[in-house]
């Protein structure tokens, strides 16, 4: 069993910055492809990066250049810098464990999922 705890939400002002991180149980976390999803209020669950066992990132056309997926295998976290944060980008933010590899954008593909964390940005 694979356990994903996400934190770093919190209410910020349009422009703002936030690092949300996701620690990550499992011995062989290195191995895993870990992506961040966000879902507002009445939506679908969104793709937002994924990043690979090797670094290798996608990033969604909406957060591309703002936001940076990153990883520290030491640590068994993942991490989603977002900067220039937009009222548009208001959602809980769910980190997702890939454990076979798929590298996918649909959320079906991933295997275990965090519990999420609220992200609210006023205009």
């Known amino acids: 069993q694979v356990q994903l705890i996400e934190s770093g939400g919190g209410l910020v002002q349009a422009g703002d910055s936030l690092r949300l991180s996701c620690a990550v149980s499992g011995r062989t976390f290195n191995t895993y492809f870990m992506g961040w999803f966000r879902q507002a209020p009445g939506k679908e669950r969104e793709f937002v990066v994924r990043i690979d066992s090797g670094g290798g990132t996608y990033y969604a056309d909406s957060v591309k250049g703002r936001f940076t997926i990153s990883r520290d295998n030491a640590k068994n976290t993942v991490y989603l810098q977002m900067n220039s944060l937009k009222p548009e980008d208001t959602a809980v933010y769910y980190c997702?464990?890939?454990?076979?590899?798929?590298?996918?954008?649909?959320?079906?593909?991933?295997?275990?999922w965090g519990q999420g964390t609220q992200v609210t940005v006023s205009s």
């Open positions: 997702a464990a890939d454990l076979r590899g798929l590298y996918s954008r649909y959320p079906y593909d991933y295997d275990y």
